[in-house]
């Protein structure tokens, strides 16, 4: 099987304000609803989703390189709301309307502060970190997650520098497939989408590791947006096999209380590759908040 992963139908660098380049991958129909992909950790624009599916369901899926990784520019210094600074920039400048987003993962924090910033009209959060630096995880978190999401709070500055010593391709696939149930080893090791998944995130360590250094100190630390405060449709999808230490350590429960616009879907057979088992499920769910 492929998964629904497939090679880009157009892949371009955007120039910001400030002179940066924003790197981006499209699948699927050029004058389809836009939805913006906003990655999993240490990959890259290059690993999307429901390729078998974006054409029949006109959808233009546009995966974004967040600064520092991939073909994107650094930005040191960046936040989750420079971050939607940027977005806003890509959307003017590609007159990307009415869009909606997709938060894989470590990606969660990203798609949903644009939803609080009000630039996207609907999101689906898929396996996704959540707040895990909120007080209602204090003795919730796996030891090793608990004393990233400590170091982030103490001195931002030197766990960033931690995270990028540790940070590689090869030691966060180890970490991913060490760390994962059978249910997602089997859709990680296939030989379509291990080849896609690994090319991805070479390409986002194409630069160094700073960028994945800046990405989990920002999904570690707290977020700069009340989630009460998003008026969007907010689909909050979890596997109930999912094992990974950084998602949502009650997969999604306490977030769906959080966000008044939430559904939560607890699928009890899905592990926390279900964005490329579940792809239409997703798609189909978040176009029907179209208005």
């Known amino acids: 099987m492929d998964y629904g992963v497939s090679e880009p139908a157009r892949l371009k660098q955007s120039q910001l304000p400030d002179g940066r380049l924003l790197g981006w991958a499209e699948w699927g129909p050029v004058d389809g609803t ?18 078998d599916v974006v054409d029949a369901a006109g959808v233009r899926l546009i995966s974004v390189d967040r600064p520092g990784l991939g073909a994107s520019d ?32 470590q990606g969660a924090p990203f798609a949903l502060a644009l939803a609080a910033n ?51 391709a090869d030691t966060l696939w180890d970490l991913i497939i060490t760390t994962s149930p059978e249910v997602d080893r089997t859709v990680y090791t296939d030989p379509i989408f291990q080849t896609a998944f690994r090319r991805a995130m070479d390409e986002a360590f194409s630069q160094g590791p700073a960028g994945y250094a800046r990405d989990t100190v920002l999904a570690t630390g707290r977020w700069p947006f009340d989630p009460a405060d998003i008026a969007v449709p907010v689909d909050l999808w979890y596997g109930r096999q999912d094992t990974s230490p950084t998602h949502s350590p009650d997969l999604g429960e306490s977030l769906a ?35």
């Open 34 to 51: 836009p939805v913006l992909l906003c990655p999993g950790a240490a990959t890259s624009r290059w690993l999307a989703f429901g390729g």
């Open 74 to 105: 650094p930005d040191p210094d960046r936040t989750l709301t420079s971050w939607v600074a940027d977005i806003r920039h890509l959307l003017q400048e590609r007159s990307l309307r009415a869009p909606l987003a997709v938060g894989f993962s």
């Open 118 to 168: 009000g630039l996207v009209d609907a999101v689906a959060v898929v396996s996704g970190s959540d707040e895990l630096a909120h007080p209602r995880f204090a003795h919730s978190l796996n030891p090793q997650v608990r004393g990233m999401v400590d170091a982030v709070a103490a001195d931002p500055g030197a766990a960033e520098a931690s995270f990028a010593e540790f940070g590689s």
């Open 257 to 291: 209380q959080m966000i008044p616009t939430a559904t939560r879907h607890l699928l009890p057979t899905a592990g926390g590759s279900l964005l490329w088992t579940h792809a239409e499920t997703v798609l189909r769910t978040l176009l029907a908040h179209v208005r």
